[in-house]
């Protein structure tokens, strides 16, 4: 069971836009939620508000959202006007849900097909070649030399199928849990595993700089300083070159009093669009655009991701077709064969 956090920041937002505080904001979702677990964490969060521990402790103690999210409500806290970064930390949220709908569209195609491909692959796998294998034992020694290699490299095969389709659905998995999943622990998890392997590696990397930079964004928009921006980046991001050129960012900054442009953060065309601000407002504005630029190279090459695995789904379905014609009516027609051999050579 998940809390839906967009929701329950929305009839916050709606209940402080009334004049009243978050723990009356709480006591309103509390009363109108019919779901048991949802009333429970409610008055859980509720409670921990009243005994003066900050709402972003609270949520972090439930574990109902991610790290990301825990560290803006944190930062808003501090900020100047805690309704405006609310704003925009839901603003924030319906970016990421946006790319999450635009990448679930683009995933079904190869779901269905994986799914298909699947049905065949363990029907040919489990049931066709070992039955192939256990009919033959009926016949004839002759015959049973006659189709046993043949058996044989159709249970080599359909071995090589089934390692195949195993590899691939895990790729494909793991790309969709770090991408999708609702479960920070498991998706942190994928995103680790994702960031080892060709190709997905490179959308884990544009999608988390699309989140970063849109966080970034929207926390300057709200008040927040870049410092205070900077270290919350630091601690929600799970990528750690992302992490160690913040932390070197901030570290020039603290030092030297010098924004510097670290080639993990920004290729050749964002640092030309950096060079100059001169305000907050301006480089809220930049990194916004860096966030869209990132969203778009993630959702080309995501777009190209699910491509080639549909193509390779197909494939696989092909090769299990073959494999089926293979097992049972080639087989049979090589017992056929066989038994009208031994009738000729009987009949001399």
């Known amino acids: 069971m998940k809390i839906n956090i967009y929701a329950m920041l929305k009839t916050l937002l709606f209940t402080m836009q009334n004049g009243k505080n978050i723990s009356s904001g709480m006591e309103l979702l509390y009363n109108t939620s019919k779901n048991r677990y949802e009333r429970k964490i409610y008055k859980k969060i509720d409670s921990d508000i009243k005994n003066g521990i900050p709402f972003s402790k609270a949520l972090e103690n439930q574990k109902i959202t991610s790290k990301d999210i825990v560290e803006f409500i944190s930062l808003a806290e501090r900020s100047v006007n805690f309704k405006i970064s609310l704003e925009k930390l839901l603003h924030y949220l319906d970016v990421k849900e946006s790319f999450k709908r635009e990448s679930n569209d683009k995933t079904s195609l190869p779901i269905i097909y994986f799914f298909i491909a699947s049905i065949v692959v363990i029907a040919i796998k489990f049931f066709a070649v070992p039955m192939q294998i256990e009919r033959s034992m009926q016949y004839s020694q002759e015959i049973i030399n006659l189709i046993s290699h043949h058996l044989i490299l159709a249970q080599i095969m359909s071995n090589i199928l089934f390692f195949l389709l195993v590899f691939f659905a895990i790729y494909f998995l793991i790309l969709l849990i770090a991408l999708f999943d609702k479960s920070y622990v498991i998706q942190d998890k994928a995103k680790k595993i994702a960031l080892f392997l060709p190709f997905i590696s490179s959308i884990i990397f544009k999608f988390e700089k699309f989140a970063l930079f849109s966080m970034l964004s929207d926390m300057l928009s709200s ?126």
Do not use: C, W
């Open 223 to 348: 008040g927040i300083s870049y410092k205070n921006a900077l270290e919350s980046a630091i601690n929600s991001t799970s990528i750690y070159k992302f992490k160690l050129a913040m932390q070197d960012t901030l570290y020039k900054i603290k030092m030297d009093g010098k924004f510097i442009y670290h080639p993990y953060l920004y290729d050749d065309v964002e640092r030309e669009l950096l060079i100059g601000i001169g305000s907050s407002k301006q480089l809220a504005n930049i990194m916004n655009e860096i966030s869209l630029k990132a969203k778009m190279e993630a959702m080309q090459l995501s777009t190209k991701f699910f491509r080639l695995i549909t193509v390779i789904s197909i494939l696989l379905m092909a090769f299990a077709v073959f494999i089926e014609f293979y097992t049972i009516v080639l087989t049979q027609i090589i017992i056929q064969k066989g038994i009208i051999d031994a009738s000729k050579g009987m009949s001399f």
